[in-house]
């Protein structure tokens, strides 16, 4: 089994404000245009009141961790935006203009760590290191492409603090 090398005090602030600022981005991207496979950010689908029952299963294995293939399994044109050692991200445009962020990670424990504070920023896709955040109507149809588990609150919460 092989031990990772300990993580230096001094990074573990940098990574919580990459982290919140990964989170905080995605939920832009969530918010700034319409659904990105049709329907509307207002449609029933899109409400937090919509049914509480889990969606159907998708009928595909999770997609991989790598940007052009989650672009290219959604048919969205990738915008390249942050990368480092630990993720890479991308806002993804649908041909009708939606949109939705992608982010990759180098490993799980980034996803894992991403994931604990994006909680209160609403609904998510998450597959083997990635997630996509966006328009929860729009991800439960990207799910059927990309696989993967629908993840996060209903409701955005707002900024912890």
């Not at 319409?34 to 449609?43: D, E």
């Not at 049914?51 to 990738?78: E, F, K, N, T, W």
């Not at 896709?125 to 439960?140: E, M, N, S």
Request: charged share 15%.
């Amino acid at each position: 089994m092989a031990v990772s090398p300990a993580i230096p005090a001094t990074a573990a602030p940098a990574r919580r404000l990459q982290t919140r600022l990964l989170a905080g981005s995605a939920l832009c991207a969530a918010l700034a245009g319409a659904a990105f496979v049709g329907g509307t950010p207002g449609s029933a689908a899109g409400r937090s009141g919509a049914s509480a029952a889990a969606p159907p299963a998708p009928a595909v294995a999770p997609a991989p961790a790598d940007l052009g293939r989650l672009a290219a399994l959604s048919g969205c044109a990738l915008r390249p935006g942050t990368a480092n050692a630990d993720f890479r991200q991308a806002v993804c445009t649908s041909p009708a203009g939606g949109r939705v962020a992608m982010v990759v990670f180098t490993r799980q424990t980034g996803l894992e760590q991403w994931k604990a504070e994006a909680e209160s920023y609403g609904r998510y896709l998450v597959g083997p290191r990635w997630a996509v955040g966006g328009d929860p109507a729009a991800l439960a149809r990207l799910r059927l492409r990309l696989g993967g588990v629908l993840e996060g609150s209903t409701a955005h919460l707002g900024h912890p603090g």
